[in-house]
């Protein structure tokens, strides 16, 4: 499942829809095959074509890894249960926390959760359902980004010369990887996404542990998940491809109740792009951004400072590692 790219302006959903079906039907002739579903639009996307295709011989679930945002998998089950789809929680929290601890270079944390996902969490999955192929939403920008070395994507094997049926034992389909993120929500509308999951903003694989600067921690996690749902009640209205919360490593002094108080530092980026290639910094109104900087520091426990990132994508990055 791999071609050239397929640009939004000339995607015809529904051909390309019969394509990927018949392409999946092809793969998985008998038996079944296996998704996990993050509730982020490229695996909203796969799950619903993943089921078109196969029916009940897919299994999906939401793994449950300590890191998502907060209340994320009742949402995603409430919502999918109501496209027909049923989605199983899977508990794998401590397993993530284990594989992190200690970790503080990017690419040690992302290879540590692509291992854990991969390798223990889906493995175990594959064996116990009997499935011999994982259907996951890997796009064109992910593998982009990996190959050209500007960070590892926690989905992209093939084309850096690992064997997912060598490596963890099973195969991995990939029907979207000829679309970008412009072209991935065409095909959620088609495939009767509702809005609020086709046009959801991008999340990370790795989820609140891409906004962790430095030890990826519950407490650290707790932190960044209290501080995204704020970011994202504010800025939801400006329109923006993406907006995040990101936690700092180092504590910075600050001052309350005339006080001395060593505290966190919160990092807000809202970015706008197309396909996430390149993007630039929202221009959000000065109102906003005061509003958003007293409540971070207000409601977010321990945290003293907040500031807001106006580097362009390049050379920064959306996320922060």
Known sequence: MTGQEIRAAELNPEQFIATQVAAIQEAVVEGRAIN???????????????????????????????????????????????????????QAQDQFFAALR????????REAITQTFYRDVFGRLVRESGARFLLQGTI??????????????????????????????????EPLIQLRKDGVRKMGEALGLPAELFQRIPFPGPALAARVIGEVTPEKVALVRQATAIVEEELSATGAFQYMAILHEDRVTGSREGRREFGHQIEVRCWDSTDARTATPTQVGWAILERLGQR????????????????????????VI
């Open 36 to 90: 996990a579903l993050s509730g982020g639009v490229d695996s909203s996307v796969v799950t619903l074509l993943g089921h078109r295709a196969l029916g009940d011989r897919l299994l999906t679930y939401f793994i449950e890894n300590g890191l998502m945002r907060d209340g994320e998998a009742q949402q995603i089950v409430e919502s999918f249960a109501a496209l027909g789809v049923r989605v199983e929680v899977v």
């Open 296 to 319: 971070l520091v207000t409601e977010v426990p321990g945290v003293v400072s907040a500031t807001y990132g106006i580097a362009p994508k390049p050379p920064s990055t959306m996320e």
């Open 140 to 173: 064109l920008t992910d593998v982009d980004e990996t190959v050209a070395g500007i960070k590892r994507q926690h989905n992209v094997f093939e084309q850096l010369g690992i064997d997912p049926q060598e490596t963890f034992g099973y195969r991995i389909l």
């Open 102 to 109: 200690g970790l503080t270079d990017p690419e040690e944390k």
